[in-house]
């Protein structure tokens, strides 16, 4: 039977450990769109929902309860004549907003990487 040895240094192992908690929280594909979304503002679930190609209504309400219960977005309830319920990062949420940047700006130099090859 093979054991598994652990080589990795305590900081690498903390920090692939962190990568790991990060990578389960942040996992999906809608996530990070609607994370990314809610950089720019607070969005009502409409908005999101037509904002984001693909997503169905099911899918874009259990993400944004796992989001919440995250503590990554707040809804807030606005009560008018009309009952309205927007969303937005939490300011634990939006620690986030480095990584989005950084991921955007990664995307755009990997997509002309990619375009100069073709």
Known sequence: MDKKVNVLSGDCAKKLRAIDDTMYILSGKWKMP??????????????????????????LSRELKELETNNLIEKEV???????????????????KILTDSIADWGINHRMQIMEKW
């Open 34 to 59: 609607i994370i990314a979304r809610l950089c720019y503002g607070s969005m009502r679930y409409s908005e999101l929902l037509k904002s984001i190609a693909g997503i169905s209504g099911k899918m």
């Open 78 to 96: 606005w009560r008018s004549e009309s009952m309205s319920v927007r969303y937005r990062l939490s300011e634990h949420g939006q620690t986030l």
